[in-house]
């Protein structure tokens, strides 16, 4: 169980609450919860009500849609240090896609009507909720784009490289190293191919010299290698 201190340190590694002072913030621990749920435990539903916003303290979290089939189609899969889902701020109705735990998550869970009560008594907290809905927008755009545009491959490569952003890191001869690690299953599922296309795909960006060899990942490369394959440069 964390203690006020330890949320309200938390909350200060997350964009949207960097700038606050302390009185704003407190106004925020005051009204988080701490929670933590086991893999494979979902924490809420396609169409249910929404009712909270979630801070990933630690831990793996899947957003995902399915259709009447059942079949799967991963949004994102979210790690320390992101929030879910964006769509909570000033919408009503149900959640868009299901939320489920990849590996044992702790949270902090911030009732929505609470929050927006917070965000109509602070202008600074709206602007930075507006700087990370407008990213979630362009990253959104930039997807349908590479559905549109791009065959299969590319849009891995495309992938690839969005993974490099949000969950990579920077090795010391200045490949990205993707350490989360991503099934194939996954990967195909983030949009909308086989697994087996995968597969396919990523033996030949071995082949390639795109995907490099590393200890820590099986997901590391050079972006400006990985940009130029996509760009025909």
């Not at 086991?38 to 399915?66: C, L, T, W």
């Not at 949000?166 to 190293?177: I, L, M, Q, W």
Request: hydrophobic share 35%.
């Amino acid at each position: 169980m964390l203690n006020t201190d330890t949320i309200k340190e938390l909350l200060t590694h997350f964009p949207l609450f960097k700038r606050l002072d302390d009185t704003a913030l407190d106004q925020i621990v005051n009204i988080s919860i701490y929670r933590e749920w086991g893999r494979g435990s979902h924490i809420f539903m396609q169409d249910e009500p929404i009712e909270n916003v979630y801070f990933i303290y630690s831990g793996r979290i899947k957003i995902y849609k399915a259709d009447n089939r059942g079949r799967e189609q991963i949004v994102a899969i979210l790690r320390e240090g992101e929030m879910f889902p964006h769509v909570g701020f000033f919408r009503k109705g149900g959640y868009p896609a299901y939320a489920q735990v990849v590996d044992h998550a702790q949270l902090v869970v911030i009732p929505i009507n609470d929050f927006e009560d917070i965000l109509r008594k602070n202008p600074e907290l709206c602007i930075q909720v507006f700087h990370v809905l407008g990213e979630k927008i362009v990253d959104l755009q930039d997807r349908l784009e590479a559905q549109i545009v791009n065959n299969t491959y590319e849009q891995i490569i495309k992938l690839i490289i969005r993974l490099g952003e949000t969950n990579g890191e920077t090795a010391e001869n200045g490949a990205t190293v993707i350490k989360s690690e991503y099934t194939n299953q996954q990967l195909a599922k983030m949009i909308g191919t086989t697994r087996e296309t995968v597969n396919r795909t990523l033996t030949k960006l071995r082949k390639e010299g795109l995907l490099k060899e590393s200890e820590e990942s099986r997901l590391c490369f050079v972006r400006a290698e990985m940009e130029g394959k996509l760009y025909g440069e």
